[in-house]
């Protein structure tokens, strides 16, 4: 059974700064894409920023330059670094494993709550 469990959600001034973690278990392969994803009240889900196994980034433009995606493959764990933190950055976040091609398989978490006040 798969299990992807997020932790490090909280509530933080404007300028302030989490770390999200993400532990996996169950996943008997190498991960491909690791990412954080987030949803706020009344939004869609949106991507934050993911990894590739290759070590390629992507991020969300909203938060470029704030925050940081790590990942380390023998743990199979996945961060977020979170600095300069907006009330806009306010949301649940998600991690999600994923490969789309090949043997494909999609995996999220529960979630973590992120909750910035101005």
């Known amino acids: 059974q798969v299990q992807l469990v997020e932790s490090g959600g909280g509530l933080v001034q404007a300028g302030g700064s989490l770390r999200l973690s993400c532990a996996t278990s169950?996943?008997?392969?190498?991960?491909?894409?690791m990412g954080w994803y987030r949803q706020a009240p009344g939004k869609q889900r949106e991507l934050v920023a993911t990894?590739?196994?290759?070590?390629?980034?992507n991020y969300a433009d909203s938060v470029k330059g704030r925050f940081t995606i790590s990942r380390d493959n023998r743990e199979n764990t996945v961060s977020l670094q979170m600095n300069s933190l907006k009330p806009e950055d306010t949301a649940v976040y998600y991690c999600?494993?994923?490969?789309?091609?090949?043997?494909?398989?999609?995996?999220w978490g529960q979630g973590t709550q992120v909750t910035v006040s101005s």
């Open positions: 999600r494993v994923y490969r789309d091609y090949g043997v494909r398989y999609d995996y």
């Open positions: 169950g996943l008997l392969f190498r991960i491909d894409t």
């Open positions: 990894s590739t196994s290759g070590g390629a980034a």
